[in-house]
């Protein structure tokens, strides 16, 4: 069955993508490689470089593949397999490759610029302010939802705090080789691989021991001090070291998925309403957005495809690749994800010592991944188990745990850092209109300590204090507003500055927005009042996050539609 | 046809698949430091020109003279201004987050 599902995922991907993709290509964007791309036409030799299309390929999977298309299926498995599997795929071709592709070409189209800046042009110049206040809320729940992660690792599986914290020390090393030694990369490389594998060797003899709050303290100092760090010391090496630790992660567990010959022992389908979000019955539809997001479709994404990756491409048609088909291999990876819970889900969680059944899985799947067995503990397990049933058995499992582990958390870490060092930079933009009216108390958040306090702060308080549950839908809900608006704008692009075909982007964006709005309302009437009651300060923060997100929500729509038939003026960028 | 043929083809492929993936991780790390060059390039300019923007400059025949090796930085600075309040998605590219 896992052979099965693998295969069949490879040919319909390939299938879509040379059908479905390629449609959007000639009769949506009407992709032209006449039209010089902002990399040849605004050469500079630092931002805009034309870049080989396979490398660039290499580079924007890399920036967008992390934990979360791992976590968010491991999660979603509690509705069966087959829902699980059915959103990747479906999402993944129809809104998210979608959502990504038009973003990218929009951009490139645009001389780079980024989608708010093309939201501001083609909707309202709110949309574009709005943009900010909602990625600060994004990154602040995406601290909470990670550290909430990281916190369920650390205290399942000692290994993992110990290869997360060697790994530190490795990269560090790692920097310093290329940086001040001068090494040639290629040197420097092979001993940062090299290290790796001793880092692996050491989490598995030395593991490292604490207790929870230990690690939640640990991770917001983590969070200020690696974020205010030159990239080159910590970051840059890590996130280099980490990319090998993706590619050997997907290979091991693409061959684990077609040489294990394994059935499913997960039920194809639980229920409709099996119990997910804060020990709710929570429904499959509006809610399954919010469970899978960046393995699906995610906003985050579209920030990416127009920062740097348009600034790169070489020719209008690498777009098809680099867009639509980024966003179909990391579904692919939550494809691997969804076989690996399928086929050894009940025997690596009754291994564990929880109860749980084929036919109680609705009920018991989530219960049983609180506590000590947490949802990551619960991909790192089946993934190792899964690689153990083939001929790769020579490795040994507690390795494999630990690779899996460190895969995840060393990408939890870096999605800290990293979100640290944007929500510095979004607060001082939503401050911006505070300046004309009180110089100081701009200068005050806009510092780069208080700038980063704040979103750390609230990010791991609410994860200490709130369940992965509550906090991880209320991620995903933050991350697909921001791919339903950059999808409103990718529908206003091609409707207003191109003339062709909008229902392709139009459709998705209107379900994707119809979706994501009643989950938020169910979310708010199911999940926050329960919180609430057990905690006020956390339901009550993450509940304000969620209503001010759909009230933002709610204007966005109706700049959309307000501003969907009125004249563009002809500017010079984005002029055909 | 050598039957050996099919091997090599295959060998050939993993070995140009590794090596762009290498490449490919090599021009991400490149662009992470660029990223923090960049910003250092700022605030260096900052430094030589900062009388335009109220910032104390150093004594002007120093700027004079290392004026024309800044011609690239100019150019790049000049563009990059006008980009300057749309700096998210650029940051975003650089620090992923999910």
Partial sequence: MTTLIIIIGAVVYAALYMIYGRKMESEVVKADNAIQTPAHRLYDGVDYVPTRTSVLFGHHFASVAGAAPIVGPVVAMAWGWVPALAWVW?????????????AVMASVRYDGKSIQFVASDLINKRTGYLFYILVFFLLVLVVAAFAAVLGGMFMS???????????????????????????????????????????????????????????????????????????????????????????????????????????????????????????????????IPLIIACGSLSGFHALVASGTTSKQISSEKAGLAIGYGVMLVEGFLSTIVVIAVAGWGVQVMTGAGQTITTAGWSTQYTPAMSGSFPNAAMFSETWAAMIGDTWLNFIPETFLRIVAGMWVSSFALTTLDSTNRLARYTLAEIFLPLKSKSESLYRFFSNRWVASVIPAAIGVYLGWSGSFG????????????????????????????????????FIPAMALWVTVTA?????????????????????????????????????????????????????????? | MNPLDPLKRTFQFLKSFSSTMDTAHRNRAVGLTECEVRELENMFVLLLMGSFTGVPAPPSFISAELLPYLEHEIKVVNRRSESASDALSELSGCFDIT
């Fill in chain 1, 519 to 576: 989950a938020m309302v169910w979310y708010l009437a199911v999940v926050i009042p329960v919180t609430w009651a057990a905690n006020p300060a956390t339901g009550g923060t993450v509940g304000f996050i969620t209503v001010a997100m759909l009230i933002m929500n709610i204007i966005f729509i109706i700049d959309f539609f307000k501003t969907k038939n009125q004249p563009l003026a002809d500017t010079e960028i984005g002029a055909e």
């Fill in chain 1, 90 to 102: 479906f999402g993944n071709i129809f809104i998210g490759a979608v959502h990504d592709y038009l």
């Fill in chain 1, 157 to 287: 599986n000692p290994g993992i705090p110990a290869a997360a914290a060697y790994l530190l020390i490795a990269a560090v090393i790692q920097g310093f080789l290329m940086y001040k030694t001068k090494l040639p990369f290629a040197v420097s490389t092979a001993i940062g691989i090299a290290m790796l594998v001793l880092v692996i060797y050491l989490a598995g003899v030395f593991p490292l021991e604490a207790s929870r709050n230990f690690w939640f303290l640990a991770m917001f100092f983590y969070i200020i001090i690696a974020a205010a760090l030159p990239v080159q010391v910590l970051l840059q090496p890590r996130d280099y070291l980490n990319a090998w630790l993706l590619y050997v992660g997907l290979i091991l567990g693409g061959l684990g998925a077609i040489f294990a010959f394994q059935g499913f022992t997960a039920p194809a389908f639980t229920s409709f309403s099996p119990i997910i979000s804060a020990g709710q019955p929570t429904p499959f539809w509006p809610v």
């Fill in chain 1, 470 to 505: 509550l906090l991880w839908p209320s991620f995903g809900a933050a991350n697909q507003l921001i791919a339903a608006i950059a999808l409103l704008t990718g529908t206003a692009w091609v409707s207003k500055r191109l003339k062709t075909k909008a229902t392709y982007a």
